[in-house]
């Protein structure tokens, strides 16, 4: 492979980068998986544009580990788009990750922490449990595109991760036209709230329809200064306590 041959002071992720930047999302894919194998995990939120991915991943390899957060404060549209589309494209690896009964009851006993602490609520429904769950990976595979604007305008296709895990972005060079003619050209349906202007969905507290002109993530925590969740954000890693649980 090409990145053999690269400098051997880079990092594992510069030569895999260096090597699959204007490589196909599919081959990004196919490198990946023959790199980790049963090591890798795909983190996906069966959001708006999840399917091209999941579609992509399938054809590799159905069998392959899908991770899913499921918040307890996720729309009932995704859990069941959740279920309808794992079964049409065949993946049998989908893993429902949940936030650990001891954080919730300790932290958000009444379910109302994202109006006083936004951040400790991402962190306690989709930080800690992938954190968790992602201890047993080498690798992941995100959905993350540049066009979703914000911090992601830099994002490359091969970066490391958390604990020095190879993350890859397989979209991350798709634009927006290019998803569209994907889901077309597939046939693969929508998330039942996109016809709605839900042109990202994550928890449905902190999640509005898109406004004329918006960009695509615009609907995301509407009104606050928080642009990502928290799982793509680097941190340091989990403290043994807060490891497990929640899966």
């Given amino acids: 492979m090409a ?3 690269a400098d051997v002071s880079q990092s594992v992720a510069d030569r895999l980068n260096d090597a699959l930047r204007d490589a196909s999302p599919l081959e990004v894919l196919r490198r990946a998986h023959e790199r980790f194998g049963a090591k890798l995990a795909l983190v996906s939120s069966f959001g708006a544009e999840s399917a091209v991915l999941l579609h992509m991943a399938a054809q590799i390899d159905p069998k392959i580990v899908v991770l899913f957060l499921d918040t307890g404060m996720l729309f009932g549209q995704t859990l ?3 279920r ?3 079964n049409r494209l065949g993946l049998t690896g989908v893993r429902d990750l949940r936030p650990r ?3 919730l009851s300790l932290q958000d006993p009444q379910s109302i922490l994202h109006q006083t602490d936004i951040d400790g609520c991402c962190n306690i429904r989709k930080v800690i449990p992938l954190d968790a769950a992602l201890s047993e990976f080498s690798g992941w595979i995100t959905g993350r595109k540049r066009f979703q604007g914000g911090d992601r305008l830099r994002l490359r296709v091969v970066e490391e991760g958390t604990d020095g895990q190879i993350k890859f972005n397989p979209l991350a060079n ?3 036209d290019q998803i569209d003619a994907y889901m077309v050209e597939h046939d693969l349906p929508p998330h039942p709230l996109v016809p709605q202007g839900f042109l990202s969905i994550g928890c449905w507290p902190c999640t509005k329809p898109v406004e004329d002109g918006g960009d695509v993530r615009s609907g995301r925590w509407h009104g606050q ?4 969740c928290g799982i793509h954000v680097a941190r340091s890693p989990l403290a043994p306590d807060n490891v497990g649980g929640g899966i």
């Fill in 225 to 228: 200064d928080k642009t990502e």
């Fill in 80 to 82: 069941d788009y959740r």
């Fill in 3 to 5: 990145y053999d041959n």
């Fill in 174 to 176: 798709w634009s927006k």
């Fill in 84 to 86: 309808s589309l794992a």
């Fill in 101 to 103: 009964f001891t954080d």
